[in-house]
């Protein structure tokens, strides 16, 4: 019986890949920085020289694989295994990557969204557990979700859903980069979150926040304003209490759009913890109707960084029961 899986996580900053055995355990890690690899080619003879590795290092036969499962940013065709784009990676546009890879390392692929992947991975293994209807969310540099109706991953008819980060909460404010205006992921990004910090201590308001860098503004990072929230520096805890009003306004709308049994939030920005959660949950309480409200339990993620392996790994096992 093959029950081993390469799980993939192919990310801005990193890449990990990982043999995964019996759905959630990992056998062996590899992580690499994402810019070692400078163009298209050289990163797919990466990604399936490694996999090959990682499977002899792990002193497993081929034939044990059941297959290779990937996530990556960006818009992902999951259905034909293509990626549209890839920022980080020079040449990366409407690359076949499921069949370059099928091809390299002759073992079956699966490729999709990083968010879709995490949300995957939450609902069979971490938060989301037991779950039929539920919202996932990742917080970070951008703002990304992934939906689950009836026990399945949501896709759209473009293969789109999720893109909950580009739901307007100000149909007045900022220009996006993704052409829209007042989306919600510029209220509450970590480019939001250190811009606010950095503007507020310019104009004189006290913070601890300052002695924390040393007195430059350019070391500022969510996870010093969060420290400084959790010292009750009265700056920091405006800001993410401002934040989680902005989650929680976009969430009471989710809440009454699905009627989901849980919202999973995850992410860097995730790590501001007790003060996030609690902002948060009192304002879907006051904005979203009162019996969906109810029903819909507002939880951290529990898988942490190897949410994306793991949901790699539940990506393949469903791929190939669909094709069963």
Not at 108 to 126: P, R, S
Request: proline letters at 3%; aromatic letters at 4%; hydrophobic letters at 40%.
């Amino acid at each position: 019986m093959r029950k081993y899986v390469i799980a993939i996580d192919l990310g801005g900053t990193n890449i990990k890949i990982a043999v995964v055995k019996d759905g959630r355990k990992i056998v062996n890690k590899i992580i690499l920085p994402t810019d070692l690899y400078k163009n298209k080619g050289a990163l797919i003879n990466g990604l399936s020289q490694l996999s090959l590795e990682i499977i002899k290092y792990s002193k497993i036969k081929k034939r044990d694989i059941l297959g290779i499962g990937i996530g990556t940013p960006g818009l992902i065709d999951s259905r034909r295994g293509i990626i549209h784009r890839l920022v980080n990676i020079k040449g990366f546009k409407d690359v076949p990557l499921k069949r370059l890879m099928e091809k390299k390392t002759g073992i079956q692929t699966f490729l999709d969204n990083d968010v879709n992947i995490m949300t995957l991975g939450e609902l069979h293994y971490g938060a989301g557990r037991g779950a039929k209807n539920m919202v996932c969310i990742t917080l970070g540099t951008g703002v990304g979700g992934g939906i689950v109706i009836d026990g399945r991953l949501y896709r759209g008819s473009c293969l789109s859903a999720g893109e909950i980060g580009h739901m307007p909460l100000n149909e007045h404010g900022p220009r996006c980069n993704c052409g829209g205006f007042g989306c919600m992921e510029k209220f509450v990004g970590n480019k939001y979150i250190i811009g606010a910090a950095v503007t507020k201590i310019k104009k004189g308001k006290k913070s601890i926040i300052k002695k924390m860098v040393g007195g430059d503004l350019r070391k500022i990072t969510p996870e010093i304003i969060s420290r400084a929230a959790g010292n009750r520096d009265r700056l920091a805890v405006s800001i993410w209490e401002d934040v989680g009003s902005h989650l929680g306004v976009t969430l009471a709308g989710v809440i009454n759009l699905l009627n989901p049994e849980k919202i999973v939030i995850g992410g860097g920005v995730s790590g501001a913890g007790r003060l996030l959660f609690e902002t948060i949950r009192k304002t879907v309480k006051e904005r979203a109707m009162k019996m969906p409200a109810k029903y819909a339990k507002i939880v951290k993620a529990k898988l942490g960084p190897d949410a994306g392996l793991i949901g790699a790994a539940v990506l393949v096992r469903l791929g190939k029961n669909d094709a069963n």
